[in-house]
């Protein structure tokens, strides 16, 4: 699978974090969105035309936490960069993942895909400007735990390699 760096929300963004909510260290900007079938509209971003979209995430170290801690991954579009404006519309919801020592953690290595609705009839579906990753750190502070999230067009496994990695030529 080939990924896209701009569609990489977080590359083992660190969420051993207080109880709070964070945002994927990347936002993607979609470009002005698309407004129906005019031809003026030609260019204009159509996220879901074409190659079936999903979004990915995969634990890359395994969460910790003293107390009861959870966290929640959402993929969600906002009309503001920032990524969270109390308005943002929610495209996947992991619901509350264990994080905590006692019970049984996201460990590295897990992974989740879901597929990304395509965009409807009008080209709105619901889709705003600004696509990022709200992660929720809930109940308790974590001591523990990474997450590589993006958008990718295959469900095969994937292997997740370093910034600046290179391959060997033959």
Known sequence: ?????????SEGQDLSQTAAVYTSTNVYDRGPLYAGTSQSNVGISSLGEGTPLYFYWRCTETFASAGSATIQIQLVSDALVGGHDGNSIVHYDSGALDASTGGTPIAAGDFAFAPL???????????????AVLYTVGTATTT????TSMIVDQTSLVTILASGYEIDSI
């Open 1 to 9: 699978m080939i990924t896209d760096a701009q569609l990489l929300f």
């Open 117 to 131: 609705p395509p965009r409807s009839i009008d080209g709105l579906n619901e889709w705003e400007r600004y696509l």
């Open 144 to 147: 523990g735990g990474a997450i």
